[in-house]
């Protein structure tokens, strides 16, 4: 039992530092005024996803990372 509550609070801390870093590249975005069209915590299937203005905020299956998707990341290409 203490070792699933320990697990449970190690997700939790995880979670949270996710958050305020995805939080960080998603503010700068908005500050440049790049064009966000996602905003993720966890990988993996979509659990639950509601859209903002612009952006849809989203949490997903597995809770270890997230993301920002910004325009222009997507179609990026190597020109050389």
Do not use: W
Not at 52 to 75: H, N, W, Y
């Amino acid at each position: 039992m203490q070792t699933l509550l320990n697990i449970l609070v190690f997700l939790l801390i995880l979670t949270g530092i996710i958050v305020i870093h995805e939080l960080g590249h998603f503010v700068t975005a908005k500050f440049f005024k790049v064009y966000c069209g996602a905003f993720s915590i966890g990988m993996g299937p979509k659990i639950y996803g509601k859209k903002g203005k612009e952006t849809e905020f989203q949490i997903r299956a597995l809770p270890i990372g997230g993301f920002v998707s910004m325009a222009g990341e997507a179609d990026q290409e190597d020109n050389e």
